[in-house]
């Protein structure tokens, strides 16, 4: 008999979501999930669902007027797993049929919530399934005060839970129709701070959340919590302030659109009325993202306090530390290695689509392919017009995000056999 080598943890991951992704196209590509007398390609029913499952909310064809309800079911549900991530998913069913878990499993759940420890994961998982109802329950029922005032009772329910959703998870979807996100509810406040509120808690991230609810101090909190919290205030605060200064919105609209550009992509002003640095001040928030173990992408907040950190120990010629803590080496090779593949990733991007359609605007393709890259679903408006192959190349750029452009850069490293032998050192000259 054939002997297969089973799949690393990493592996089986990324093919987890690559199937939900797939098994989502062709559902949103069959006819009942479309409204009444229109036609979804397949190429853009793909599309749909990675934007879905990797919680981005890049759209190539308006979801409220070509998905029906049934439609907009699928495309939540694909949101919903892909927050949550593939394996937590599989564990609730595990849990559900009362199943042992064993090491294998635990080694998955780990990998798919960044947890770094086999101890407490199922736990983990159990509380993460809890937090996340209850915190989109309560999304959409703040949410439904504001909806119900412009739809019927149940349209507005719909919609209601559907924002909860995607906005939890960071998947700036717009379900309104005719490309207007929350413009329309620009003054609209108490949605707004839902929505502002429902980003900011999915973009720390799950452990984090946790470990500030048990601990209730931050001196008590542990080094990643303390580094996240830090870090995303200091993003926040950043962001609002030069956003603030390059447009001359409001405080509040700078406000929900520094922490919206994070990884959401709900937007209460056309993207087309930033300034060139209002829109670079937005790809940079997309390309940082949000934090480790979240439902957002990016190269996420720890990656950005580490390379800061650790250049400022470089300069100082001190060991690179935090909060009394000091960070192992391993940790600074990693959040260089995810920046430079982010970088990387970028860049490719970039190159292909616009060999692929010259006439298209650098601009704009670079904006879109970052916010690939960090799932974010803000957008210059020009997916729709690009052919199919640049399609496929925003899905893959999405699916590297989702799960990292260093888990996807490992995927063959599993069961690999580390060398017998050391090199001997010599020194480079760098800078």
């Known amino acids: 008999m054939l002997r297969t080598k089973r ?5 089986y991951v990324a093919l987890g979501f690559m199937s939900v992704i797939l098994i989502g196209s062709v559902l949103l590509a069959l006819p009942i999930a479309h409204m009444p007398g229109t036609y979804v390609s397949y ?11 990797t919680v981005t909310g890049l759209i190539a064809i308006e979801t409220a007027e070509q998905f029906n309800a049934f439609g907009r079911l699928v495309i939540a549900l694909l949101i919903q797993i892909g927050g949550l991530g593939v394996t937590s998913v599989g564990a609730i069913f595990i ?14 759940l780990m990998e798919g919530l960044n947890f770094n420890s086999l101890s407490g994961v199922v736990r983990l998982v159990k509380s993460v399934l809890q937090l996340t109802l209850v915190i989109e329950l309560v999304g959409m029922i703040l949410s439904f005060f504001t909806f119900i005032q412009h739809y019927p009772f149940w349209e507005a329910l719909g919609i209601s839970a559907f924002h909860a959703i995607a906005s939890f998870n960071n998947a700036g979807f717009d379900i309104l129709g005719g490309g207007q996100n929350l413009i329309p509810y620009r003054h609209h406040y108490v949605l707004l701070l839902t929505t502002a509120t429902l980003i900011g808690l999915g973009g720390i991230g799950f452990v984090t959340m946790l470990d500030i609810y048990h601990k209730r101090n931050f001196k008590k909190c542990s080094m990643n919590t303390k580094i996240v919290m ?4 200091s993003l926040l605060i950043i962001g609002t302030i030069l956003l603030k200064l390059s447009e001359g919105f409001s405080w509040f609209d700078a406000f929900f659109h520094s922490i919206s550009a994070r990884t959401a992509g709900f937007s209460t002003i056309p993207i087309d009325d930033f300034s060139q640095a209002g829109l670079l001040i937005l790809m940079v928030l997309m390309f940082i993202g949000a934090s480790p173990g979240s439902t957002g992408g990016g190269i996420k907040t720890t990656t950005l306090f580490t390379i800061i950190k650790t250049i400022k120990s470089f300069a100082t010629n001190r060991p690179v530390t935090a909060f009394y803590r000091r960070i192992p080496a391993e940790s600074i090779i990693k959040a260089f290695s995810v920046f430079l593949l982010a970088i990387s990733v970028v860049f490719v991007g ?4 616009l060999l692929i359609q010259p006439e298209l605007s650098l601009q704009s393709i670079l904006f879109e392919v970052i916010a690939a890259t960090g799932t974010v679903g803000l957008s210059t408006g020009i997916i729709p017009s690009l052919n199919i192959a640049n399609k496929l190349i925003l899905c893959i750029i999405m699916f590297i995000g989702r799960l990292g452009p260093f888990s996807i850069a490992c995927l063959w490293a599993y069961q690999t056999a580390a060398p017998r032998f050391n090199y001997p050192e010599e020194q480079i000259t760098i800078g």
């Open 350 to 353: 970039t190159f292909f689509i």
């Open 230 to 233: 830090v870090t995303t205030a």
């Open 43 to 53: 190429i853009d029913a793909l599309f749909t669902s990675a934007s879905a499952v």
């Open 95 to 108: 849990l559900v049929m009362q199943r042992k878990f064993g090491v294998y499993h635990r080694l998955l």
């Open 7 to 11: 799949l690393g943890p990493t592996q």
